[in-house]
Each structure stands twice: as C-alpha cells, then as structure tokens.
C-alpha cells in the first residue's frame, strides 16, 4: 500500500488542527501557507474528513476547521482509512498459496496495528531527539 498524497496532506491538515486544538478555527489558507500546500487540494480533502466527522466547519469570517473530537481520540488508522479506503497492501488473492497469503495479512496487521495505535495527539506533540535512525531506499 503506498500513501497517496491525499493521505500524507490529510494528515497535515489534522496535525495542524491537533496543534492548534482550543484556539477556536483554523483557516485552511493558513495551513495551506505554513506548509506550502495547495489550499484547492486542501478544499477537497476536508470535506471526506468532516463527513467522518473527524472535524468540523465553523462559518464566518473568523471561520475555519476544527478538530470534531479531542487529538488523542483520532488515529492515523482513521485518517488515512477515510482519504485511502481499506488499508490493504496487496489483494490477496483465493488461490494464492497459503504461505503467501499469511504474509500479506501479517504485513497488513502490522501496518493496521502501527496506523491505529499513532494517535494524532502522538503526531501533534512528536519531538526528533535526533536519535531516530531513518532509512533510504534506492530502487
């Protein structure tokens, strides 16, 4: 399963709402300025989260998007589930044999597992110690 950019931006907006939960709405011009993203493809990104009810729209001209529920009752699970669909890195197939198929829905578990235990107040408040090893891959 590859993350779309309407995964990765869907969390941007929430980790933005997250960090600015209890200071009343946030425009998305203003998410869409401090990450130096599209506030078009923005627009359409909310509107899949807020009929989630994971966040919700106040009108006016003070107006803006706030979080519908408090950071550390959302996931990552539910974000991406949401602008993603199903989590579900390879389709396993009837007649796949059944060593294959355990490993994709233990690489399934696994990912389902890390998405719904990362709460969004984790990604909020997430700190570099410098101490995390990252990994880059060539193909």
Do not use: C
């Amino acid at each position: 399963m590859k993350i779309s950019t309407k995964g990765r931006y869907g969390l941007t907006i929430m980790i933005a709402l997250a960090k600015k939960y209890g200071e009343g709405p946030v425009s998305l011009k203003s998410i869409a300025k401090d990450y130096n993203l599209s506030e078009h493809y923005l627009e359409q990104l909310i509107a899949p989260l807020r009929n989630a009810m994971l966040v919700k729209s106040v009108r006016g001209a003070y107006g803006g998007y706030m979080l519908a529920k408090e950071a550390q009752e959302i996931t990552a699970g539910d974000i991406i589930r949401v602008l993603e669909g199903p989590i579900t890195p390879v389709e396993v197939m009837e007649d796949e044999e059944p060593a294959k198929r355990n490993l994709w829905m233990k690489i399934r578990d696994a990912v389902k597992n890390v998405l719904d235990e990362t709460t969004l107040e984790d990604l909020a408040t997430f700190e570099d110690d410098g101490k995390q090893e990252y990994y880059m891959f060539y193909i």
